[in-house]
């Protein structure tokens, strides 16, 4: 290990300018990685459960594509007026090519191509007969019509087969309907929608991260080290690993996610966070003017690369503890930001040194901003740990007791509340289609049974829809027993199921024609479909509903009926409920690693577990100030732990480091000697790492805003306990030690 420190200071040293080359040259030739920039649409993509994929894959098999958008709008009644504007509307929507089918409350009225011969049609006993419909049968009520009549729902059926159907529907409906609705109210809801509306937000919410990242990392370069050189050097040691490491994940056929489009202001800080306290080390050039500069350069070099190393190497272990996710996506996130840790340690010493060793920056202007408030700050840090040692952990502990209510009582929820702003227009969607129709999200159940389209069976399924929709969260139930009895309601004395499966195979026929009973039965007449329409957003609701949905199926039907609950739906359900169950082994998983770490590093137990105790300390406090704000907990809040959990160690094994190889005589005097040394490299490095989470704060994306704020509160009460906590901590354990000897 030596011999490689030695000849890594040979190469910054004497062939800096090689070094400069080979770096920038990567950097140069990894643009072309950038020539294909992607943002994955598919959210399914993380599902692994094998039951669901493969219940999943057979319903694809059986009834194709589930995706279907929902368009509604308010209307004064069902008049001339409305059913022509409809007309319209759905006209225009069939000349869309990525649409494969609509329905609409037209499929009930005889079908025109041209305008002027619908309007002939529309008479008023027509219109008057319409009514009378729509009052006397419940088929289209709540689905294509309110029950109120005063809202209108069309069924969008995209065409998937279609290049890029997702996206290109919803850039043109995102034109159409504007287009055609101008000023009045509609609103737009569907799962496959909602997906790309999701990821529209990850588009800009990039863009965002990386202006406020960039500059974010030039104002704080400037502010601590005012010199252009110093600031240009920071900023190339901060974007290069960036920039290799997406150039990598690029390269590799990934695109970006919901997951992996954070790495970018996470590369940049973790990158300008090394720097940040690496460079401050340079401060002292102007204290020890007797010193000459080749002397701190190499001191600097060797007494910085092994803290350095263990720090990437504990922020390695705070990503890859979640590389055992279920999901592909976060493991992108896993890998690929341990990558850029991995590639800022080298590219930060190469490049850093090099260039230093070129060129010997002035850093007055830090010096006298050090000198004016280093003082103060200190003077209250020896005050509060040598003369209050016993109160600030009593505090410490106290403050934690408090917090453990709040702790334990996170609520668990990751609804659509939790993604968007309250007057975003898809939740606006939510509501409207949800008050007045069913669903908007439906949970399907494949049924399977021997005599399938009997009399005596059939009414099991409709003894199965009562039950269901006597459960409150659930608002329409649809199945093949809803087309029989609509249609007998229709032709004969009133709701019922036919007797003979040759009238049953009848209808059906009846229903087929119109495209409808693709809807609730396959192809080969096997397999029932039940669509049970819920009014919950929430992922881990979703999932109980559908594991209730499922026992009240098995316990109703007959023992020889298979029972399969699937949909896109549930099965997103299925796979946020994985990640938060394995989030959870990840982050103990963390915890584990990070203590070896401070063992082999430390070769102290005490002081292992002091450095863990503080390290683990603010990610626990900090929880329980988010939750006592109402942030929820699920995915996308529970990772910030693994993150953090890796991060914010830095500082505390900078100053244990420092602490441990420093030669003073007592403890005392190793600890001011450390706080001397290190308080405003660890306040840079916390300022750095602190306002790096920050940003993610004014996203207008919950998920980000959420895991900014976590990671922020983390950073603060991390550096509060590396600063006050970690020396009273040691103080109190050596006067401890001290009285138990004597």
């Known amino acids: 290990m030596k011999k490689l420190a030695e000849f890594a200071y040979f190469l910054v040293s004497q062939k800096p300018y090689a070094v400069m080359i080979v770096i920038f040259a990567a950097f140069v030739l990894s643009f072309g990685a950038f020539a294909h920039v992607e943002t994955a649409d598919d959210i399914e993509s993380g599902i692994t459960d094998p039951a669901v994929l493969q219940t999943f894959a057979r319903f694809r098999t059986e009834f194709g594509h589930e995706q279907q958008i929902l368009i509604a709008f308010p209307v004064a009644g069902i008049d001339r007026a409305a059913l022509l504007d409809l007309w319209s509307l759905v006209h225009r929507l069939r000349a869309m090519p990525q649409i494969r089918g609509i329905m609409s409350l037209l499929d009930v009225l005889k079908p025109f191509n041209r305008r002027e011969d619908f309007e002939a049609y529309l008479l008023d006993f027509r219109i008057e007969n319409l009514n009378e419909l729509l009052q006397q049968n419940s088929m289209f009520d709540n689905f294509l019509v309110s029950s109120d009549r005063r809202a209108l729902q069309v069924v969008v059926m995209p065409d998937m087969d279609y290049p890029d159907c997702q996206k290109q529907l919803y850039k043109e409906l995102n034109r159409l309907l504007p287009e055609y609705f101008g000023q009045r109210e509609y ?33 704080l370069a400037w502010f601590f080290f005012p010199d252009i050189v110093v600031l240009v050097l920071i900023l190339c040691s ?157 505090a410490s502990v106290i403050i934690g007791l408090l917090a453990l209510p709040f702790v334990f009582s996170a609520q668990t929820r990751n609804s659509l509340e939790d993604s968007f702003a309250a007057n975003d227009k898809i939740l606006t969607s939510w ?60 032709f004969s004395s009133g709701p019922e199921i036919p007797e003979s499966e040759q009238l049953i195979f009848s209808i059906l026929e009846f229903f087929d024609a119109r495209g409808i ?30 594991q209730r949905v499922l026992a009240e199926a098995r316990s109703l039907l007959p023992a020889s009926t298979s029972v399969e609950i699937t949909g896109e739906v549930y099965s997103q359900a299925v796979l946020q409920r994985n990640i938060l169950d394995n989030i959870s082994s990840s982050f103990a998983a963390a915890i584990l690693m990070i203590s070896l770490v401070f063992l082999v590093v430390f070769r102290s137990l005490s002081l292992s577990f002091i450095a863990l105790l503080i390290n683990f300390y603010p990610i626990f406090f900090a929880y329980a100030l988010a939750f006592l704000a109402g942030i929820p907990l699920n995915p996308s809040t529970a990772i910030a732990g693994c993150v953090m959990s890796g991060l914010i160690v830095d500082d505390t094994l900078h100053t244990i480091t420092f602490y441990h190889d420093s030669h003073q005589h007592t403890t005392q005097r190793r600890l001011l000697f450390t706080m001397q040394q290190m308080t405003w490299p660890v306040i840079y490095s916390s300022i750095l790492l602190g306002l790096g989470n920050a940003i993610f704060i004014f996203s207008d994306f919950k998920p980000f805003a959420y895991f900014g704020a976590i990671g922020a509160l983390i950073v603060v009460i991390g550096v509060l306990g590396d600063l006050i906590v970690l020396p009273g901590c040691i103080l109190a354990y050596d006067r401890i030690a001290k009285q138990r000897k004597s």
């Open 187 to 219: 609103h737009v809801f569907g799962y496959m929608y909602f997906k790309e509306r999701f990821f529209e937000f990850i588009e800009r919410n990039n863009l965002v991260f990386i202006s406020l990242g960039f500059i974010l990392c030039t104002v």
């Open 517 to 546: 009973a693709e809807m609730v039965i396959s192809p080969n007449a096997d397999i029932l479909l039940l669509r049970v329409g819920i009014n919950q957003s929430d992922d881990f609701v979703i999932y109980d509903i559908g």
């Open 238 to 394: 901060v974007g290069i690993p960036a920039v290799l490491t997406f150039a990598i994940y690029f390269a590799n056929g990934n695109k970006i996610n919901l997951f992996t489009s954070p790495i970018i202001p996470f590369a940049l800080i973790i990158s300008l966070s090394e720097i940040i306290y690496l460079v401050s080390f340079f401060i002292r050039t102007h204290k020890h003017g007797n010193r000459p500069y080749e002397l701190l350069h190499r001191e600097n070099f060797f007494r910085l690369l092994r803290p350095c190393l263990i720090n990437s190497m504990t922020t390695l272990i705070g990503f890859l503890s979640l590389s055992y996710s279920p999901s592909p996506n976060i493991r992108l996130f896993s890998l690929y930001t341990s990558l850029a840790c991995f590639l800022s340690y080298f590219v930060t010493f190469g490049l850093i040194f090099s260039a230093l060793k070129l060129y010997q920056p002035k850093f007055s202007r830090s010096v006298q901003k050090e000198r004016r408030y280093g003082e103060g700050i200190r003077r209250f840090l020896r005050n509060a740990i040598f003369r209050h040692t016993g109160k600030v952990l009593a």
């Open 431 to 490: 509501q409207f289609i949800k008050t007045h129709f069913s669903g908007p999200y439906q949970l399907l159940l494949m049924i399977s049974h021997p005599d399938l389209l009997s009399r005596a069976f059939l009414e099991k399924i409709d003894l199965l829809h009562d039950e269901l929709l006597a459960k409150p969260e659930i608002n329409r139930v649809f199945s093949l027993v809803s087309l029989l009895k609509a249609f007998t309601e229709s």
